[in-house]
C-alpha cells in the first residue's frame, strides 16, 4: 500500500513539473542591446532551446523601434553573466546572457530594445510596448522603462508581474522612466 502511495506521489509530481516546464517553454521576452560594435546583448530569464527563434527589435534611421529582425537560437553565443550586471528581479537570480553579430548597417548604432524567444510566435512593436502571439493564440506584452541607471522589461499577466528583467548600463540616467 505505501509502495502505491509513493509511485502515485511521483506520478503527480512528475506530471506537475512537466506542465510547469510545458507553460514555461512555449515564449519569453528578453533584453536587447546593440553595443555599437557589431554585437547584439540578449538578456533573457531562462536559457534559450537550441530550436528557438529569436525575433528582436531593431533601430530604424529616426532610432525609433522597429520589428522585427529574426535570429536563429545557433547564432547565439553564451556569455558569463558574471561579466554583464543583469538581473532576473522577480526571481532574484542571475539571467541568461547571449551575445549575437548584428547586421553592418547597425554596427555602430547604440540601441536597447525587445525580444521575443519561442518556437512558433508571431511578434509586433507597438507604442512602446512589445507584444507577441505563441502558438496557442495568446498575445502577451512587455515594456521597457528606465530607471537610475538601468533598464528594466516588465511583463504583467492579468495584473500579476510575470517577467522583470534588469540591465545595468553603468551610466545615471538623467531622466528615468520607471515609476
Given at each position: 500500500?505505501?509502495?502505491?502511495?509513493?509511485?502515485?506521489?511521483?506520478?503527480?509530481?512528475?506530471?506537475?513539473?512537466?506542465?510547469?516546464?510545458?507553460?514555461?517553454?512555449?515564449?519569453?521576452?528578453?533584453?536587447?542591446?546593440?553595443?555599437?560594435?557589431?554585437?547584439?546583448l540578449l538578456v533573457a530569464a531562462s536559457?534559450?532551446?537550441?530550436?528557438?527563434?529569436?525575433?528582436l527589435e531593431y533601430p530604424g534611421a529616426d532610432q525609433r523601434p522597429r520589428c522585427c529582425h529574426r535570429l536563429r537560437?545557433?547564432?547565439?553565443?553564451?556569455?558569463?553573466?558574471?561579466?554583464?550586471?543583469?538581473?532576473?528581479?522577480?526571481?532574484a537570480t542571475a539571467p541568461r546572457v547571449y551575445k549575437a553579430k548584428v547586421p553592418s548597417a547597425w554596427a555602430d548604432m547604440p540601441f536597447?530594445?525587445?525580444?521575443?524567444?519561442?518556437?512558433?510566435i508571431r511578434p509586433q512593436s507597438r507604442a512602446g510596448r512589445f507584444e507577441l502571439t505563441d502558438s496557442r493564440?495568446?498575445?502577451?506584452?512587455a515594456s521597457l522603462c528606465t530607471s537610475a541607471e538601468g533598464v528594466h522589461l516588465m511583463e504583467t499577466e492579468q495584473g500579476r508581474l510575470r517577467t522583470h528583467l534588469y540591465l545595468?548600463?553603468?551610466?545615471?540616467?538623467?531622466?528615468?522612466?520607471c515609476r
Open positions: 500500500m505505501t509502495a502505491d502511495i509513493s509511485a502515485l506521489a511521483l506520478t503527480l509530481a512528475l506530471s506537475l513539473s512537466a506542465s510547469a516546464c510545458a507553460a514555461t517553454a512555449g515564449a519569453d521576452f528578453a533584453i536587447v542591446k546593440l553595443d555599437g560594435s557589431g554585437e547584439a536559457p534559450i532551446a537550441p530550436g528557438a527563434t529569436v525575433a537560437a545557433a547564432e547565439l553565443v553564451a556569455v558569463d553573466s558574471a561579466e554583464v550586471l543583469a538581473s532576473d528581479e522577480l526571481f536597447i530594445g525587445m525580444a521575443a524567444v519561442g518556437s512558433d493564440g495568446a498575445t502577451r506584452a545595468s548600463l553603468g551610466y545615471e540616467i538623467e531622466s528615468p522612466t
